[in-house]
């Protein structure tokens, strides 16, 4: 399993941890990085966007085909799209691999079109006028013969190189590294050659087979930093040269593009890499894979290869990097400033372009792009009793009570493994747990009577929550003298809002015990603020995933809830009610 393990699979991804993507956009407006990765606002899906993981899993698939050395192949068998059987090839060299190997392409571009538009249909949010038929089967055709052409020339370079440093360790007991590359077929095969022997086409497409994300994997295959803060999901690593070469796959052209971003990312996965090699939980080689020396991008639509220069000073780009996460970790929603008429002023997210409801990154920034404003600019209604505004939720809160039933690390409704405990004052019970991992690791610490500071309150399935952060604090009763206590019983745990649909999302899959998991997301704007509605599970009613951007909605008893610092609403399909007023108008109805 190509990947340093995180007990908490895929739906342990923090929007404060650092990430290549989130680095890119950070670096090109903050603000933008803000509303996108920390908010989660999304924009409409377009075909292109669903893309990638597809392109990325069917090169992959490929690349797993392990041939038979004498027996030759079935012409288009390929094993990730299965059923296409032609007459036998023999295959006795790596061009007459690349041969077979082409014969697989009207099969797997089959599998990709039909998870495209699987894909297409599961999307809440179309851009408008597009359809997944705009993505023409030539296209996928030319990325397909571009990965196969790629990787065979590292198997021929490997070939010319006499299988490399390691090929007598692959001899001896197959793939020497200790997360081995990905293939079809168990174990270490039946074509190698004895030792002494001169390396054969067949080793050469074996030792050249490139660490990649396992499309068998459902989980997230994510290279976790020690300490927690960064994280990446690198697509390929050639490490058959007693180096590491590592490549970032893209399903578009690279003539005449602008690469400073895909070089921002595969320099965050070369630091990444070298961070992640003394990882405790890294199973260990029996080679010496080496360091990062190059750092490309393939883009397989006309097969154009982008060589980024590298990090120089890994140790000073740690301190770097490090001083960013901290620095996105610190920031909230006033920093927004999504009433600011001019632009932003210093130590505000923005720039002298972009401010208010406007960004200038959109979609690569910069004075050359207009404006784009992902909250839109429209007049909205604010409704009267027993709404409130998105401005006025809940915010932080400070109560005193006896701290016990310590838990954890434990995983919580995002899967996060956080520590908790329970606080009691009064006869009234309060769960207490850290926002997501590791943001409050010291609550254990303390037991006894306590005052905690600036709790994020809310609820979840009917249990008072106080969520804490890097921004809350627990005190002894002598230190916290002069602070005003809030009580627990009169902790607002829901709340009643009404706005504007701005941006829909949704997200499923396994996690890393097998368990099934979905969400969908609601960003509403009421001209005060915005906040994020969530759907989980059974929570997932068919008029909630029904929502269109431009809808105006009314939620009554929705639960309060906090993710990276910032509020939440949840939909309790017990006791949430949500109103509809669809766009266009038509008559509102009530739904549970």
């Not at 001896?172 to 190698?192: L, N, Q, S, V």
């Not at 890294?282 to 990090?311: C, M, Q, Y």
């Not at 784009?372 to 998105?390: C, F, M, Q, V």
Request: proline residues 6%; hydrophobic residues 35%.
């Amino acid at each position: 399993m190509p990947v340093i393990p995180q007990a908490t699979g895929v739906h342990a991804r923090s929007r404060r941890r650092l990430s290549a993507s989130s680095l890119v956009t950070w670096e090109r407006c903050k603000r933008d990085w803000f509303l996108t990765r920390r908010l989660g606002i999304r924009v409409a899906s377009h075909p292109e966007m669903l893309l990638g993981h597809i392109v990325e899993e069917a090169v992959t698939a490929i690349w797993m085909e392990r041939p038979h050395p004498t027996e030759g192949m079935d012409e288009g068998a390929s094993t990730w799209a299965p059923g296409h059987h032609g007459k036998r090839m023999e295959i006795d060299s790596l061009e007459s691999l690349k041969d077979w190997l082409r014969t697989l392409m009207r099969p797997v571009v089959d599998r990709m079109i039909e998870e495209l538009n699987v894909a297409w249909s599961d999307c809440l949010w179309k851009a408008e006028g597009r359809s997944i038929s705009d993505i023409k089967r030539e296209k996928l055709n030319a990325m397909i013969k571009n990965a196969i052409k790629l990787q065979i020339g590292e198997a021929t370079a490997c070939l010319e190189a006499n299988g490399g440093p390691h090929l007598e360790d692959f001899r001896k007991e197959g793939d020497p590294f200790g997360t081995p590359a990905p293939c079809w077929d168990d174990g270490i095969g039946t074509g190698w050659m004895k030792s002494g022997e001169p390396c054969s086409w067949w080793e050469a497409w074996e030792i050249a087979r490139p660490w990649v994300k396992d499309p068998r994997i459902l989980s997230a295959q994510r290279l976790f930093h020690p300490d927690g803060w960064a994280a990446g999901e690198l697509d390929v690593a050639h490490r058959w040269r007693g180096e590491v070469h590592i490549v970032d796959i893209k399903a578009n052209r690279g003539n005449g593009r602008d690469h400073s971003g895909v070089a921002h990312q595969l320099r965050f996965y070369q630091w990444l890499w070298n961070e992640t090699r003394e990882h405790p939980s890294k199973p260990s080689n029996r080679v010496d894979e080496g360091v990062v020396t190059k750092a490309n991008s393939w883009h397989l639509a006309d097969g154009f290869v982008h060589k980024a220069e590298l990090i120089e000073d890994l140790e000073a780009e740690s301190i770097r990097l490090l001083a960013v996460q901290n620095e996105m970790a610190s920031t909230s929603l006033d920093d927004l400033h999504l009433s600011s008429e001019g632009p932003s002023a210093e130590g505000r997210l923005g720039c002298e372009i972009c401010h208010g409801l406007q960004t200038c990154d959109y979609p690569r920034g910069g004075q050359e792009q207009p404006l784009h404003s992902l909250i839109p600019d429209t007049e909205i209604k604010l409704a009267g009793a027993p709404y409130t505004t998105i401005a006025e939720l809940p915010s932080r809160v400070t109560v005193k009570g006896s701290l016990h039933g310590h838990w954890g690390p434990m995983p919580n409704h995002y899967g996060d493994q956080v520590v908790g405990a329970a606080i009691t004052a009064g006869g009234k019970t309060a769960v207490i747990e850290e926002m997501g991992v590791n943001q409050f690791p010291q609550l254990h610490q303390h037991q006894g009577d306590v005052v905690v500071v600036n709790a994020a309150p809310g609820q979840w399935r009917g249990m008072i929550r106080l969520y804490l952060d890097v921004d809350s604090q627990i005190l002894s009763v002598e230190e916290a003298k002069e602070l005003d206590i809030d009580r627990i019983g009169l902790i607002p745990t829901r709340a009643n809002i009404s706005g504007m649909v701005i941006s829909r999302g949704s997200n499923s899959g396994t996690n890393a015990k097998g368990k099934e998991w979905s969400m969908a997301t609601a960003h509403i704007w009421d001209g005060t603020a915005l906040t994020e509605v969530v759907a989980f599970g059974m929570g997932r009613s068919e008029s909630f995933d029904n929502l269109r951007v431009g809808d105006h909605i009314r939620l009554m008893a929705a639960e309060i809830g906090w993710r990276e610092g910032t509020p939440q609403l949840r939909i309790d399909p017990r006791n949430t009610r949500m109103i509809v007023e669809s766009t266009p108008p038509d008559t509102p109805s009530e739904q549970d």
